[in-house]
């Protein structure tokens, strides 16, 4: 019986498929959260259309976005890099 991540043959490449894998169901959840948050807040007249396209960080904001972006970036190659690395979720 095959390991459950064992689909290419090839360690190498089933951490890549890893990777994929991991970051196809991150994409998912955020669009999906993402989605539901906008109409919801549409429909609470807290948010107009368009409004999040001209949204700008200030500078703490802007250093908080990019560690998050480094500690997601960081997860995504752990699993690449270590066959065993288990999920570790942006944020955690």
């Known amino acids: 019986m095959a390991r459950r ?6 360690p190498m490449l089933d951490r890549m498929m ?3 894998m991991g970051l196809a169901e991150e994409l998912y959840v955020t669009r999906d959260r993402l989605q539901v ?3 919801v807040l549409e429909e609470r007249g807290a ?24 500690h997601f970036i960081q997860s995504i190659l752990a699993r690449a890099l270590d066959p065993a690395a288990k999920r570790n979720p942006p944020g955690s």
């Open 47 to 70: 948010l107009r259309r368009g409004e999040l396209d001209r949204w700008r960080p200030n500078e703490s904001q802007q250093a908080e976005i990019l560690g998050d972006r480094d």
């Open 18 to 20: 890893n990777v994929i």
């Open 5 to 10: 991540n064992d689909w290419l043959g090839d």
């Open 37 to 39: 948050m906008e109409r």
